[in-house]
């Protein structure tokens, strides 16, 4: 199971570990925030010496209720640190995480490899043509309405079958636009209770039915946090537990703020199937 990034096969068969900076001020977790150069080439230089395949850089926040910034707003935050970083780390694998088509054409222009989008093409009628057209492998993820409303969207017949089945359209629609790498989010957090996080969790190996590798992103989330009477903070332990479970349910990749901690989970449960 490859994607083709820049050039670059990268096995996803080995499960993978990104690592997020978010380039934010507004971001749920206060140590994912890095604004100052300084700041940003610190945390790519950590986490790629840590073992991240991949940088994911966001501008702006999906957390429940945040802020709608504008484009221009988002294009000012991400082209400055996405120029940093690939001037400073040029072998990097940097992920552009935006939901916009101008922000991600923009973005692979200066040389990110993948675009990372919250809502699968569905906030922009642009974005799928732009990836086809960049051809740069794309990360889909499952939302309903935006990170302003999703909130109060979480109703479902039958959870997994219902994000399945939207993969399932979205994957068609990228396939038409010609689109060849694609990678599946299933969005946990997005449009989902924290019950609903658990029982996406527990199914979360119906996903590789799709025959398409998938990210997962529990990341310090409110999912643990919350149970576990504790903070963003106070969360790496239960998001250790959690990546463990992903790995075992078939996750190609992690989407982190802890690199260190996230390969140590691939390495020890790879020892399973040894």
Known sequence: MYINCKGQLIDLSTPKVMGI???TPDSFFSGSRKNLEKEILETA???LEEGATFLDIGAYSSRPGAEDISEETELERIIPALQLLIKEFPEALISADTFR???AERAINEGAALINDISAGLLDPDMLRIISRMQVPYIMMHMKGTPQTMKDLNQYEDLAGDVIFYFSERINAARKAGINDIILDPGFGFAKNIDQNYELLSKLELFSNLELPFLAGVSRKSMIWKRLKTTPEGALN????LNTICLT?????????????AMECIKLTSELSN
């Open 21 to 23: 900076i978010n380039i």
């Open 45 to 47: 230089e950590k986490m």
């Open 101 to 103: 088509s101008k922000v």
């Open 238 to 241: 239960g998001t250790t537990i």
């Open 249 to 261: 349910k078939g996750a190609n990749i992690l989407r982190v703020h802890d690199v260190k901690e």
